[in-house]
């Protein structure tokens, strides 16, 4: 499946039947969990596949998700790490939105979990893994139809006619109740932080409908910290509050989802991460953290 079509569809589920999944599809997911880990160079990450659903919510519910409201779901899978260096959360949570993909198109459900404090409750789980960090999590199973909400989308040509503020249509054309996303010129900036960028730029790049779907990306309570500098022949991701693990996991998910969506459009390229440096705009912190060059 394209990054686009999984873009379009994909959504947080809340919500699951509680059936379990077949053996044969958790060794799937698992096989192919496998492979993403192998693909990881750069830092060790391992993902960690809880099979028993019901159990892991009686330990966690209270102390795992928004404040400690605990996301029911047959099973979940957590994604352990070395450390939580900025480099090995944005690994992790990159690899972690590639599983993410292969699971929806397995026809599952998934939603991001916060377990930031989950870890200490998990200990018997933990007990033969060579990592111990565990930040995240993602519930799994089949989700219940009613948890599904619809986007609808305006495709990028059709709103370059609105005359006044070419981005409100596209901020407005989402009728999901999943959160509302900014609009592109609020996160899309031109040569310099902060600097406006035109959609008839943005479209001569072919990179309008780029970011006008990879403000879809789920984002730890929907904060969407992700910015992009153009410049030249590199497009550089930044992120609002750098010095959170939530950011950082939330750049990750948008680096993947966004080399996918720039792959698919033909264009190629490839991110690699810039060194830490924060640095303020109107009172906010931010840091650069990784250049796709194209
Ligand atoms: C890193 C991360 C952590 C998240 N943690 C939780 C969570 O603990 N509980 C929850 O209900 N949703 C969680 N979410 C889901 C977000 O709330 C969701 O992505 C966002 O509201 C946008 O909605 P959507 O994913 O349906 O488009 C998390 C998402 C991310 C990326």
Not at 37 to 66: P, T
């Amino acid at each position: 499946m394209l990054i686009r079509e999984f873009l379009e569809k994909r959504y947080s589920a809340r919500e699951y039947e509680q059936k379990q999944l077949s053996e044969s599809t958790i060794k799937t997911i698992v096989d192919y969990a496998h492979e993403i880990e192998a693909s990881i160079k750069s830092v060790k990450v391992k993902f960690i596949f809880l099979k028993d659903g019901a159990e892991i919510f009686e330990k966690l519910n209270g102390y795992a998700g928004y404040a400690g409201v605990m996301i029911k779901s047959p099973h979940y899978i957590g994604i352990l790490t070395e450390d939580e260096n900025y480099r090995t959360q944005i690994a992790a949570s990159y690899a972690m939105q590639s599983l993410i993909k292969k699971l929806f198109e397995m026809g599952l459900g998934t939603c991001w979990i916060d377990f930031s404090k989950a870890g200490e409750r998990l200990q018997d789980e933990l007990a033969g893994s060579e990592l111990k960090n565990i930040n995240y999590a993602v519930s799994v199973g089949y989700p219940k139809k009613e948890s599904r909400f619809k986007f609808v989308y305006v495709p990028s040509t059709s709103y370059s006619s609105v005359s006044n503020n070419p981005y409100r249509q596209i901020s407005e054309s989402k009728s999901d109740k999943s959160g509302e996303r900014l609009p592109i010129d609020q996160f899309v900036f031109k040569d310099e932080f902060g600097k406006h960028i035109s959609l008839d730029e943005l479209e001569q790049r072919g990179l309008a409908d780029v970011f006008s779907r990879v403000r879809n990306a789920p984002s730890a309570r929907n904060l969407q910290p992700w910015r992009f500098v153009l410049q030249n022949e590199r497009i550089i991701i930044a992120v609002k509050n750098p010095s959170s693990k939530e950011s950082m996991t939330d750049a990750g998910i948008m680096m993947y989802l966004f080399e996918g969506m720039v792959h698919d459009s033909g264009i190629r390229g490839e991110w690699s991460l810039l060194p830490f440096e924060e640095f303020e705009y109107q009172n906010d912190k931010y840091a650069y953290v990784g250049e796709f060059r194209v």
